[in-house]
């Protein structure tokens, strides 16, 4: 993808991560959500684009915006656009670490329609991918022992990052039992599993099950790093796990996706030119958030991971305030 382009879909994640930062701290997660929402939405349709949303807020029955399927943009190239405009609504609520807008784009069927479902996930760096000796099959134990062994490091070193939810309490144990460490984080999954390829974030390894359309984004940017991702869908066993596998169904329609398999990055996503972009709302070991100082100059970081050319950027964007002065 061109980095003119990527560029473009860069300045709206950072137009949406700064609306939602004005909410940081308030305790207002659904006004924060909402405020980054319409911001990246507008931002969308101001360009020469025809975007399509495949992963966004929900159904079109059940979001007015960014729901997927949604057409966006003025005309032109045609994109898969997955969107989670604010990661961690709850991180940004309360003000803690890895808040994110986070945009995946690719060429124009490439992004698998992830329905709304839990998907059970597994995330690690470049050499790992390299090694391919991880399995999502694999227990917990035999996964940080590969990891250790990869990274040459003994296995109590080894950190795994995983949701803290009740359902995961057996896989913290056995992470546990088998030497490593446990980094628990409260929300942000997608962040959990990128950050697996980001030097100095400390995260070798993600275990745990989230949502299907974060798995999506996640797979897109370990993609553009080099990272290894792989899913299995999780429809549970309650009176609604039917419903969600004839709408799993549905939206796979068409395609050689096995609901009950596992899911390679490939098949997330089928296209090397695709790219992944995270701006910082809070402060966070991958990116900064959004600072604003006494003459309103309007400091944001963000993350931006492209396949196309396999380059990390990191970019240090400031928005001159009123006095004119761009503060270093």
Sequence with gaps: MQIARIMQILNVAELAAIEAAKWNGRGDKVAADQAATEAMRAAFNDIDFSGRIVIGEGERDEAPMLYIGEELGRGGEEIDIAVDPLEGTNLCAYNRPNALTTIA?????????APDTYMDKIAAGPALKAAGTLSIDNSPADNVRAVAEVLGKPVNEVNVCILLRDRHKALIQAVRNAGA?????????????????????????????????????????????????QGRFDFGSDEKAAEKRARAEK?????????????????????????????????????????????????????????????VRFVKNIRRGESGVVRF
């Design 105 to 113: 784009v690719a060429p124009r069927g490439a992004l698998l329609f």
């Design 181 to 229: 460490r446990v980094r628990l984080i409260d929300d942000g999954d997608v962040f959990g599993a990128i950050a697996t390829a980001v030097p100095g974030t400390g995260i070798d390894l993600y275990l745990g099950s989230g949502g299907s359309p974060e798995g999506v984004l996640a797979a897109t940017g370990l993609k553009a790093i080099g990272g290894f991702f």
């Design 251 to 311: 939206m796979v329609e068409g395609t050689e996706v096995d609901l009950d398999g596992i899911l390679e990055q490939d098949v997330l996503v089928r296209s090397d030119d695709a790219a992944f972009i995270a701006c910082g709302v809070t402060d966070g070991e991958m990116v900064e958030g959004v600072h604003t100082d006494e003459g309103g100059t309007i400091t944001t970081h963000a993350i931006v991971m492209n396949a196309g050319d396999k380059t």
